[in-house]
């Protein structure tokens, strides 16, 4: 192991807080928690493109929602997690996607280091963009760890952030039925 290698600055970070990681509950430490990175930051390694499955919808024009997708981040300030539930919905334009693909869709974005508001928006502009549809609504509903145990300490707050375009944000009947 180099001086730079991940492991010894986990090693180092374990020392700056005032560890010893030699001992024996931390010896292992440094590398479960390189190995925990590699899948909390595993969206950097995958791209909207590559999982999206699109169909030809049939001519279905109705709007298609998918509710309380759990999802769970790191924040970008602090090295935080944050997690919730996102809502997603779309008003087809003749294609549809697959219906496993928008929680897919939504993993790929919030395993990358993120604030909330931009996640919502990467999700929704993704979505727009690779299928083309009348409408897309985003809602993100999410806890953060740097607000409930350090900050502020507030232990029950949610914070709601939203993405709408084309229809979901030019119609307020859309808008509403969202």
């Given at each position: ?95 549809i996607i697959g219906l496993s693909k928008i929680p897919r869709l939504v993993e790929i974005f919030a395993r990358r280091l993120q604030n909330q508001e931009r996640l919502t928006s990467q999700i929704a502009e993704s979505l727009h963009k690779l299928l083309s549809p009348k409408g897309v609504g ?41």
């Amino acid at each position: 192991m180099t001086n730079n290698s991940p492991e010894n600055l986990i090693r180092s970070i374990l020392s700056h807080i005032g560890e010893d990681p030699d001992r024996e509950g931390l010896k292992g430490t440094p590398k479960r928690v390189i190995q925990s990175y590699v899948k909390l930051f595993s969206g950097y390694r995958k791209h909207p493109k590559d999982i999206l499955t699109v169909f030809d919808g049939e001519h279905y024009d109705e709007m298609i929602v998918a509710r309380d997708i759990e999802f769970y981040s790191m924040c970008e300030h602090h090295m935080m997690p944050f997690f919730g539930k996102a809502h997603i919905g779309y008003i087809p334009n003749g294609k549809i996607i697959g219906l496993s693909k928008i929680p897919r869709l939504v993993e790929i974005f919030a395993r990358r280091l993120q604030n909330q508001e931009r996640l919502t928006s990467q999700i929704a502009e993704s979505l727009h963009k690779l299928l083309s549809p009348k409408g897309v609504g985003v809602v993100l509903e999410a806890r953060h760890f740097c607000m409930m145990c350090r900050g502020v300490e507030k232990q029950n707050s949610t914070i709601l952030t939203s993405s709408l375009l084309g229809l979901f944000k030019n119609t307020m009947n859309t808008r509403s039925e969202f």
